[in-house]
């Protein structure tokens, strides 16, 4: 049975993400279109005491959410993210907006956003330093290199600004750091490639000649390299059983699709069809790229086939799930882009309301009795980091780690998948995945 998010407040209003990202800049508050959302019943039968119980649920306990005492009731932040056409950071923002819509109801406050997407970092770094010359009271930040953040990270430190960092922590600065362990996620995906790959063929192929593409974004990220990281402990191991026969051949492809199937298609063409053993891309867009290659060649077939290539990947967007249930992808680990958002919004707030910069002094878990039974449960705290952490660059502060998982442990149409929840804010229905690979196009749920 699928389950309804407690305290997405989905029977009241959701944001338009388009409308959301469509104004981005530097000196704009954006001002979201908001439409009504009713949450879909569990299954098609349930029925509406079934509903109006979860919604009551999901009431009850976001009453359980406390609003720190402030003597403000207007904030202003200074959010720096990655470009406006980014699914997974339109997600993040997606939880950003649902926690802000749930802290201005319940504590009576206005946060304003100043908004500035880019994937590029001097234009990220212009942006943030344009808004705090205006005044902000928090920064929001999702940098896209992070290294060239760490002189204005620790100016900010010395401000005692308050500041929440997710996709990438900024090296050798304070900060509350909100992300997945990387490289647990790369495993999980290249631990699914392999029991693919089994499932097919038998044990037979580790002792054949063949290679694994691994198709990399960005190799100086931390995100990539945390990723990496987990596939080679996935499929390093039969790399060495096999004496050399196997191999894994890395491109690096900047996360763009095309140049994933570009990447693809040339290794096909060297190697030939029976040498390709599978595709491990660090996010969605590359293995969705590499499976168009795949059908392109014709090596498309059934997950029973012998000759079955899996396409693995990291982040759980509705194009990878569409790809999964036609068969052209495999699975995907999943990061959980809208509860990032929720917990690194929850955090900024905390610091902006009570003027204290929060610094866990042992590890622990952050409560969230709103979002009991989530996949991406429990938060883990890592306090005060040091040396590296998940292949992390070294930061100071906190490590808020919401649990990365598999995705394909849920139905596809399970409303716990971010991909879900950020298709329901945009068409207010949930989608629907088949054999055909619709998802919003497909009658809903």
């Avoid at 509903?51 to 720096?80: E, G, H, L, R």
Wanted: hydrophobic letters at 40%; proline letters at 5%; a negative charge.
């Amino acid at each position: 049975m699928k389950r309804i998010p407690k305290s997405l407040r989905l029977a009241a209003v959701m944001l338009s993400i388009g409308a959301l990202i469509a104004g981005c800049s530097s000196s704009a508050t954006t001002a979201p279109t908001q439409v009504p959302a009713t949450p879909a019943p569990a299954t098609a039968a349930a029925s509406q005491a079934e509903a109006t119980a979860a919604a009551s649920s999901a009431a009850a306990s976001s009453a359980a959410v406390a609003c720190p005492q402030t003597s403000k009731t207007t904030f202003t932040v200074a959010m720096i993210r990655w470009t406006a056409s980014d699914i997974y950071f339109n997600g993040e923002q997606l939880g950003e907006q649902i926690e802000k819509d749930r802290i201005e109801k319940d504590c009576g406050v206005t946060i304003n956003w100043k908004v500035f997407g880019a994937n590029d970092d001097s234009q990220q770094l212009n942006a943030l330093q344009a808004d705090l010359s205006a005044g902000v009271d928090g920064v929001d930040i999702s940098p896209y290199e992070e290294a060239g953040f760490t002189s204005i990270m620790q100016q900010l430190n010395a401000q005692k600004m308050p500041v929440v960092t997710h996709g990438s922590p900024i090296p050798n600065a304070w900060q509350l750091f909100v992300g997945i362990d990387n490289t647990k996620a790369g495993l999980i995906a290249g631990q699914a490639a392999v029991k693919a790959l089994d499932a097919a063929r038998g044990t037979g192929w580790r002792t054949q000649t063949g290679i694994f593409i691994e198709l990399r974004c960005i190799i100086t990220a931390t995100f990539d390299i945390g990723r990496d990281k987990g596939y080679h402990e996935a499929i390093d191991p039969i790399v060495a059983a096999s004496g050399g026969k196997i191999t894994i051949q890395t491109r690096e492809v900047s996360c763009d699709d095309s140049k994933a199937r570009q990447a693809t298609d040339d290794l096909i063409t060297h190697y030939g069809q029976n040498d390709i053993l599978g595709i491990l891309a660090i996010d969605g867009d590359s293995g969705f790229g590499a499976a168009s290659s795949l059908t392109a060649h014709g090596m498309t077939v059934a997950k029973t086939d012998p000759k079955y290539v899996p396409d693995v990947a990291v982040d759980g967007s509705e194009a990878e799930f569409i790809a999964m249930s036609t068969g052209t992808m495999t699975d995907a680990a999943e990061q959980p882009a809208v509860a990032i958002g929720i917990v690194a919004e929850r955090l900024l707030y905390q610091e902006m309301a009570t003027g204290q910069l929060i610094a866990p002094t042992s590890n622990s878990t952050f409560d969230m009795p709103d979002y009991s039974g989530a996949p991406w449960a429990p938060v883990n705290v890592t306090a005060s980091p040091s040396g590296v952490v998940d292949e992390q660059t070294s930061f100071t502060g906190a490590w808020y780690e919401p649990q990365t998982f598999d995705a394909a442990s849920l139905s596809l149409d399970d409303h716990w998948h971010w991909a879900n929840i950020l298709d329901q804010s945009q068409t207010g229905q949930w989608p629907h995945y088949d054999s055909t690979g619709c998802a919003s196009g497909c009658p809903k749920s």
